[in-house]
């Protein structure tokens, strides 16, 4: 008797396994564990040669917190290619600026600040928008979405660089939590802001790298940072609208 319900216990806990592992299911890790900024570094500029200044980036209660100020990056010590970044954020107080910057590799490779990567735009209202920075990625309907002359199509100083989003009015109010998930996969990148499909691009130049959050003027909370790795794209039409919890 004993040994059929051990049988039935380890069928109960092994089969559902299985069926996960035969799905390409694999669990999502966070790259934030809570407590500190362990497996990040800060590059900011205003601190170099050892300068005296406030920390861009702090934990603090749990969350992941962007000072916005002095104006810099945080970034992964590792790089990353074909997944999915899931990432809950707010801007407590006011409406404000920055981004999650993905394919990331030369630093300060334009106006001494930006890394070389692709933008993905948070600041309030424009959430979804792509800016290339020493990178480029393609769009449909690329001459209303981008503007300038097509020679101008690049990550340069002097080039139009931002690509509007899909949508109006996908965030929540200021101060509320929003979800921004960005699906990676060779040269497609695909952006969800609270379930609505904000921004699909193709043909990136630049198809893996580091993972960057900005600090650019404004307080910027994050409580959830989690990556899955994919081997295909999620449909445009899949993510429901996302209510935010408390």
């Not at 109960?12 to 035969?22: E, H, N, Q, T």
Request: proline share 6%; with cysteine.
């Amino acid at each position: 008797m004993n040994r059929a319900i051990n049988r039935l216990v380890l069928l109960g806990v092994v089969m559902p396994m299985l069926v996960l592992a035969s799905c390409g299911q694999k669990r999502a890790a966070s790259l934030f564990n809570g407590t500190d900024l362990a497996g990040w570094h800060a590059d900011v500029p205003a601190a170099d040669g050892g300068a005296s200044v406030p920390p861009s980036f702090v934990a603090r209660d749990g969350l992941l917190v962007s000072m916005g100020n002095p104006p810099g990056h945080l970034i992964t010590d590792e790089s990353y290619q074909d997944y999915r970044l899931d990432i809950e954020y707010r801007f407590p107080g006011e409406a404000g600026n920055c981004g999650v910057l993905v394919h990331l590799s030369r630093p300060r490779a334009l106006y001494g600040m930006f890394p070389a990567s692709i933008e993905v735009q948070m600041h309030s209202g424009n959430a979804g928008d792509f800016w290339c920075i020493g990178e480029n990625i393609k769009v449909e309907n690329m001459a209303a979405r981008r503007g300038g002359p097509p020679e101008k199509w690049g990550g340069g100083p002097e080039d139009s660089r931002r690509i509007l989003n899909l949508t109006d009015g996908s965030e929540n109010p200021v101060g509320e939590w929003n979800r921004m998930v960005i699906e990676a996969l060779g040269g497609r990148l695909r952006v969800w802001v609270n379930g609505d499909l904000v921004n699909d691009g193709f043909e990136c130049t630049a198809t893996s790298g580091q993972i960057a959050l900005q600090a650019e003027g404004s307080v910027v909370e994050f409580r959830k940072l989690e990556m899955k790795p994919i081997k295909k794209l999620s449909e445009p039409e899949c993510g429901a609208k996302w209510v935010a919890g408390k």
